[in-house]
């Protein structure tokens, strides 16, 4: 994994998508700040972070795992319009799953760290947010990644 720069990585995670995670999950924060529901000081902000980079590292996860799905199974090919990587063979599909697995890993880490900080109940919502985005690419095989994205952007 040695041979491509970290703007390349970095391009293979999508990033331009990571909007739409990262954006409910600011406004979430907005409106339970401003309701008097997350208490003043440094601790508020700082889970706020460790959320919003635990929501890029599963987005991005997610997103070269269904990539490595779709070169896999053969949805991304020559003749298709496709995410070129795997397709023109400038990225390995095993460079995608171990960085898809590291991303992951990474992810976790970090949510273990929010639920050291914030109890035991924040780890029932990333348990659900690691599972849904791990499933992904088999609900969207199944016609059900549509009603998928509805369940995770909340979470």
Partial sequence: MGKHGFKEWFAVTRYWSFSVSTMPLIVAFAYLFAKGLVPCGVLPWGILCLSLLGVVLLHAAGNVLSDWFDYRSGVD?????????????????????VFSIILFVLGIID?????????????????????????????????????????????
């Fill in 111 to 155: 949510g273990l760290a929010l639920v050291a900080i914030c109890g035991k109940g924040v780890l029932i919502v990333g348990v659900i947010a690691v599972a849904l985005t791990a499933l992904y690419s088999f609900f969207k095989y199944h016609a059900l990644w549509d009603a998928l994205v509805f369940v995770i952007i909340p979470i």
């Fill in 77 to 97: 090919n020559k003749d298709a319009y496709a995410v070129p990587n795997l397709v023109f063979g400038h990225f390995q599909p095993k460079e995608y799953l």
